[in-house]
């Protein structure tokens, strides 16, 4: 084996399936789409190039573009300061062997398995103004006039559309931090014990510090996701009304698909992934304090 | 170098997007089940045809299954690929096809600024030369004015349609409300609604066009079916005070809290259905909802009448001008390898659809139908009433103008429901368009 693994020959013939593939279907559409951002174009017809037009477009006199990045941006927070902690707790709580471990486990992550479609249309349920759950509920306990058109207005519908995307993956992250919990050595914590420390000493001092890597996923993971978003905005408000929920995916497809501009809309691409990316690194930044091991 | 490069990468975005729609449409081929073997190995041409599917519930199904069931009796040498997706998909597959060059052979299409791109491309056949045969006297007048670019006929139209104010009769008589002739009843009749604690209209505008049909009706009353027009075509200015009181009557009429609460929430389908269920006593919608209004499982069965849109006293536009027209259709790819035969089935599929829709009641016609009018059902036919009685027709904006002027047309009309833009920012962000 450890001569196969000298043999560069050998590397190239195993990796390269892989990489042509990778290379062909995520890394060349990528510079192509960067190509394509230069171009004003309709999708059908012959495409002129214009260079950085569309590029300089995306934030001179475009508002709607900012916005939708601002409220990307929001999301993102949602998810590292909410999502994220509650997850963890929920892991903590598991990992520690609570009562009915299997079963909480499978329930937190129902809405992972679930469709996204699904999602948006039970939430959607939810949120209906006159038979919605939400509604009924506030107006039975009283509060007539906290029940809101929670995806028809303007000033709530950003967050009501947030909310179902940061409920869904909190069981995806659970279940990531749960596995990193658990295989956390038992004697670690054999040993604290010895020395008297409490649950929440050992959570504190020995769980989380050697689930940082995971911690650092996740937060990559959440960041990146909630940068991308698409989806359950599409379903819930279509980035309505009047733009309000707007969100870089949103935008991106009904300037490609409704508006035929292809251009513009490769030019939004583009900038999601020079995001993303640029994130992904600060990310890994910020974390990069020593590993701890014990 | 360039255009191959394209041609690879769009052909693999249209391949993604193809596989992904075409495992949710309903595919199958139209192959009738009596048709006899012999027939059948001669069958050497096939043809691929793609249209927009319909619910189980909706009576236009039948219609365009026996359109490619009678077309398949008649030409038995050819074989029919057809495929079908829903509305909103349909429009990006189609797109996606066309740009990939693999579009079908036959396939439906929204006429004016949907398929203009396309034309403009080049990947639409012209079939003037095809409809010397009669073909052109069997259409009624002005039916290909949509489907016509730089003077070729490029499409046939499938349909008519218009739009009219549906009213639940059962609402209004139960309330002692008159049904609108004009804006001041419509207004009257909306205070007399909100009195009794009912919400009088309803509109999906979460979905934008729908609410657009408001200001587009506004702009025949305000500046006429012939100023509306021209300003579409950029022949005339959107800048004028006529355009500016289309927005203030919508704006008047959203004030008057005329519309169920949460309308920027609420697709059509939702808006239709609440209108269904007989909670809601006014809705303004082409004559498609008809149908389903009429559908055993309604509510409001048989108690619907329609009108036109209110007229507006004092207004310089056309009183009886109705937003409406003959913009669906089918056209031919300009790739197709069987002209003649695709030709024939795009014929065949037009004009058989066009009268079975009108006789099922869901459209009007583009084409002159022999029809028995008392096998109609009252509804079909009060709403050709409507349609015979207008004096003129203007298309629904969005599909008149091309698809990046039409987005922005939507918003621009959805910022006026939500009261954030002003019928002068309207106008003048309307003329903005037309100068680009």
Same mark, same amino acid.
């Given at each position: 084996?450890?001569?196969?693994?000298?043999?560069?020959?050998?590397?190239?013939?195993?990796?390269?399936?892989?990489?042509?593939?990778?290379?062909?279907?995520?890394?060349?559409?990528?510079?192509?789409?960067?190509?394509?951002?230069?171009?004003?174009?309709?999708?059908?017809?012959?495409?002129?190039?214009?260079?950085?037009?569309?590029?300089?477009?995306?934030?001179?006199?475009?508002?709607?573009?900012?916005?939708?990045?601002?409220?990307?941006?929001?999301?993102?927070?949602?998810?590292?300061?909410?999502?994220?902690?509650?997850?963890?707790?929920?892991?903590?709580?598991?990992?520690?062997?609570?009562?009915?471990?299997?079963?909480?486990?499978?329930?937190?992550? /129902?809405? #992972?398995?679930?469709?996204?479609? =699904? +999602? &948006?249309? !039970?939430?959607?349920?939810?949120?209906?103004?006159?038979?919605?759950?939400?509604?009924?509920?506030?107006?039975?306990?009283?509060?007539?006039?906290?029940?809101?058109?929670?995806?028809?207005?303007?000033?709530?519908?950003?967050?009501?559309?947030?909310?179902?995307?940061?409920?869904?993956?909190?069981?995806?992250?659970?279940?990531?931090?749960?596995?990193?919990?658990?295989?956390?050595?038992?004697?670690?914590?054999?040993?604290?014990?010895?020395?008297?420390?409490?649950?929440?000493?050992?959570?504190?001092?020995?769980?989380?510090?050697?689930?940082?890597?995971? /911690?650092? #996923?996740?937060?990559?993971?959440? =960041? +990146? &996701?909630? !940068?991308?978003?698409?989806?359950?905005?599409?379903?819930?408000?279509?980035?309505?009304?009047?733009?309000?929920?707007?969100?870089?995916?949103?935008?991106?497809?009904?300037?490609?698909?409704?508006?035929?501009?292809?251009?513009?809309?490769?030019?939004?691409?583009?900038?999601?992934?020079?995001?993303?990316?640029?994130?992904?690194?600060?990310?890994?930044?910020?974390?990069?304090?020593?590993?701890?091991?014990? | 170098?360039?255009?191959?490069?394209?041609?690879?990468?769009?052909?693999?975005?249209?391949?993604?997007?193809?596989?992904?729609?075409?495992?949710?449409?309903?595919?199958?081929?139209?192959?009738?089940?009596?048709?006899?073997?012999?027939?059948?190995?001669?069958?050497?041409?096939?043809?691929?045809?793609?249209?927009?599917?319909?619910?189980?519930?909706?009576?236009?199904?039948?219609?365009?299954?026996?359109?490619?069931?009678?077309?398949?009796?008649?030409?038995?040498?050819?074989?029919?690929?057809?495929?079908?997706?829903?509305?909103?998909?349909?429009?990006?597959?189609?797109?996606?096809?066309?740009?990939?060059?693999?579009?079908?052979?036959?396939?439906?299409?929204?006429?004016?600024?949907?398929?203009?791109?396309?034309?403009?491309?080049?990947?639409?056949?012209?079939?003037?030369?095809?409809?010397?045969?009669?073909?052109?006297?069997?259409?009624?007048?002005?039916?290909?004015?949509?489907?016509?670019?730089?003077?070729?006929?490029?499409?046939?139209?499938?349909?008519?349609?218009?739009?009219?104010?549906?009213?639940?009769?059962?609402?209004?008589?139960?309330?002692?409300?008159?049904?609108?002739?004009?804006?001041?009843?419509?207004?009257?009749?909306?205070?007399?609604?909100?009195?009794?604690?009912?919400?009088?209209?309803?509109?999906?505008?979460?979905?934008?066009?729908?609410?657009?049909?408001?200001?587009?009706?506004?702009?025949?009353?305000?500046?006429?079916?012939?100023?509306?027009?021209?300003?579409?075509?950029?022949?005339?200015?959107?800048?004028?005070?006529?355009?500016?009181?289309?927005?203030?009557?919508?704006?008047?009429?959203?004030?008057?809290?005329?519309?169920?609460?949460?309308?920027?929430?609420?697709?059509?389908?939702?808006?239709?259905?609440?209108?269904?269920?007989?909670?809601?006593?006014?809705?303004?919608?082409?004559?498609?909802?008809?149908?389903?209004?009429?559908?055993?499982?309604?509510?409001?069965?048989?108690?619907?009448?329609?009108?036109?849109?209110?007229?507006?006293?004092?207004?310089?536009?056309?009183?009886?001008?109705?937003?409406?027209?003959?913009?669906?259709?089918?056209?031919?790819?300009?790739?197709?390898?069987?002209?003649?035969?695709?030709?024939?089935?795009?014929?065949?599929?037009?004009?058989?659809?066009?009268?079975?829709?009108?006789?099922?009641?869901?459209?009007?016609?583009?084409?002159?139908?022999?029809?028995?009018?008392?096998?109609?059902?009252?509804?079909?036919?009060?709403?050709?009433?409507?349609?015979?009685?207008?004096?003129?027709?203007?298309?629904?904006?969005?599909?008149?103008?091309?698809?990046?002027?039409?987005?922005?047309?939507?918003?621009?009309?959805?910022?006026?429901?939500?009261?954030?833009?002003?019928?002068?920012?309207?106008?003048?962000?309307?003329?903005?368009?037309?100068?680009?």
């Amino acid at each position: 084996m450890d001569r196969v693994l000298r043999d560069k020959k050998a590397i190239c013939v195993f990796i390269l399936p892989a990489l042509i593939l990778f290379t062909v279907i995520a890394v060349l559409p990528i510079f192509f789409s960067g190509y394509y951002g230069m171009l004003e174009w309709d999708g059908i017809g012959q495409g002129t190039f214009v260079g950085f037009k569309n590029y300089i477009n995306l934030f001179a006199d475009n508002d709607v573009f900012i916005k939708a990045i601002k409220n990307s941006f929001i999301l993102a927070g949602l998810s590292v300061f909410i999502q994220l902690p509650i997850a963890l707790l929920f892991a903590l709580i598991l990992a520690y062997g609570a009562k009915g471990e299997n079963f909480y486990r499978t329930v937190y992550f /129902i809405p #992972v398995i679930i469709s996204t479609v =699904v +999602i &948006g249309q !039970l939430w959607m349920k939810i949120y209906n103004p006159s038979y919605g759950l939400l509604n009924t509920f506030l107006r039975s306990v009283g509060f007539e006039s906290a029940a809101r058109v929670w995806l028809g207005t303007a000033e709530t519908s950003l967050m009501s559309a947030f909310v179902p995307i940061v409920w869904q993956y909190v069981g995806y992250h659970m279940l990531l931090m749960y596995a990193a919990a658990k295989s956390i050595p038992g004697e670690i914590y054999e040993a604290a014990r010895i020395d008297g420390a409490s649950h929440m000493k050992t959570s504190l001092s020995i769980t989380i510090p050697l689930m940082q890597p995971i /911690i650092k #996923v996740c937060v990559t993971f959440a =960041v +990146i &996701g909630s !940068l991308k978003s698409f989806d359950l905005i599409y379903i819930l408000t279509n980035g309505g009304p009047v733009h309000s929920s707007e969100v870089p995916g949103t935008l991106m497809f009904n300037t490609i698909f409704h508006k035929f501009m292809y251009g513009n809309g490769s030019a939004m691409a583009v900038f999601i992934i020079v995001e993303c990316l640029v994130l992904t690194v600060i990310i890994q930044r910020l974390f990069k304090v020593e590993q701890i091991t014990y | 170098m360039k255009k191959a490069v394209g041609r690879i990468v769009s052909l693999f975005v249209a391949l993604v997007i193809v596989f992904s729609l075409a495992a949710c449409g309903k595919g199958h081929t139209g192959k009738p089940s009596g048709a006899n073997d012999a027939a059948h190995q001669e069958a050497v041409i096939k043809l691929s045809l793609w249209h927009l599917s319909n619910s189980d519930s909706d009576t236009n199904k039948i219609v365009k299954e026996n359109a490619i069931k009678t077309f398949q009796e008649q030409n038995q040498n050819v074989e029919l690929e057809v495929d079908t997706v829903e509305n909103e998909s349909y429009k990006t597959k189609i797109k996606t096809a066309i740009a990939a060059n693999e579009a079908p052979d036959v396939f439906f299409v929204w006429g004016a600024g949907f398929a203009k791109p396309f034309v403009d491309a080049g990947k639409v056949l012209p079939i003037d030369e095809y409809l010397k045969d009669g073909t052109k006297d069997k259409l009624l007048p002005g039916t290909l004015a949509n489907f016509t670019y730089d003077g070729k006929v490029y499409g046939l139209p499938a349909c008519m349609w218009i739009a009219v104010l549906y009213c639940n009769e059962e609402l209004f008589n139960g309330h002692n409300v008159k049904i609108p002739d004009t804006f001041d009843e419509l207004l009257t009749a909306v205070k007399a609604f909100r009195a009794n604690g009912i919400d009088p209209i309803t509109v999906g505008e979460k979905d934008r066009w729908p609410g657009m049909f408001y200001q587009n009706i506004f702009a025949i009353r305000t500046a006429g079916v012939e100023l509306s027009n021209k300003a579409l075509n950029k022949e005339a200015s959107f800048d004028d005070p006529r355009f500016v009181e289309s927005a203030v009557k919508l704006k008047e009429l959203v004030d008057a809290e005329a519309f169920e609460e949460g309308i920027l929430g609420l697709s059509n389908d939702e808006a239709q259905a609440n209108f269904i269920q007989g909670k809601i006593p006014m809705f303004y919608m082409g004559n498609w909802a008809a149908s389903q209004m009429e559908a055993e499982s309604s509510k409001v069965k048989g108690k619907v009448v329609v009108r036109n849109f209110p007229a507006l006293a004092g207004a310089q536009g056309d009183a009886k001008g109705a937003l409406g027209g003959a913009i669906d259709g089918y056209m031919v790819s300009a790739e197709t390898k069987h002209k003649e035969e695709a030709v024939a089935l795009q014929k065949h599929m037009c004009e058989s659809i066009d009268t079975g829709a009108y006789q099922a009641g869901n459209a009007l016609p583009a084409w002159k139908a022999e029809v028995d009018e008392s096998k109609l059902s009252p509804l079909a036919v009060e709403i050709a009433n409507v349609a015979k009685d207008s004096t003129g027709f203007v298309l629904a904006w969005d599909t008149f103008l091309d698809p990046a002027a039409a987005d922005v047309h939507k918003n621009l009309v959805q910022e006026i429901f939500a009261g954030v833009k002003t019928p002068e920012e309207f106008v003048k962000e309307m003329q903005a368009l037309n100068k680009e």
